[in-house]
């Protein structure tokens, strides 16, 4: 059998060669952008809401194909090699994406625990006997979920994380202000995994706060 003739570019027209059709890794992580470099329009149909995620894949599997008709190739083999730059281009932008994104998330945990709602809490409960007694000392604390606000002066703070000790375990939730420049904790729970006790280690309210109008 004779070698396929280079019909690429002729739209519907053009025979791809059976080595062409294959999975393209280039055309799945880079979908969209590799769309507009290899005239394959489809790629753009992965903007589509919900079915953008189940078109990813099949940009990957007919990719090659939609690039042989709709593109003008100089041979099989110069087809081969670009798509494989593609493919490669595809590997370096989803490491980069992940390290980035890891940096990030990371970043955000390192913002939380250097606050200080999360370090006063952190001191009201190694103070606390009863969460001691519970989950003994030394007790670590995790890494903090939840949020921070900041604005000038003010801010708020609603932040979760683990709690444990020789002994056992728990999680802490806290949520606290930032007023004049100075934070303190509105509330503080301790709950005991398992059991589910809690424990309130929220500050007392002032006296003045506990009298009724005389």
Known sequence: MGAVENTSGHGPASQVPPGIRR????????NWI?????????ALLVFVPFFGLI???V???KGNEWAWRNKRWESEAQFQAMQRRWAKWG???????IVLASLVVFGIFGILKDSEAYKLARLRLDGDERVAEIVGRPLSTGIPMGQIEVSGPRGSASLSFSVEGS???????VEARKDMGEW?????????D??????????????ASREGNV
């Open 34 to 42: 590799w769309g507009i470099g290899n005239n394959a329009p489809l």
């Open 55 to 57: 078109w990813m894949f």
């Open 167 to 173: 002994k056992g375990k728990g999680t802490a939730f």
């Open 184 to 192: 303190k904790i509105d509330r503080l729970v301790f709950q005991e």
């Open 23 to 30: 999975w393209n890794w280039g055309a799945f992580l880079l």
């Open 194 to 207: 398992g059991s589910g006790r809690r424990i309130d280690l929220s500050p007392e309210p002032p006296p």
């Open 59 to 61: 940009v990957g599997a």
């Open 91 to 97: 590997v370096v932008t989803l490491v980069a994406g």
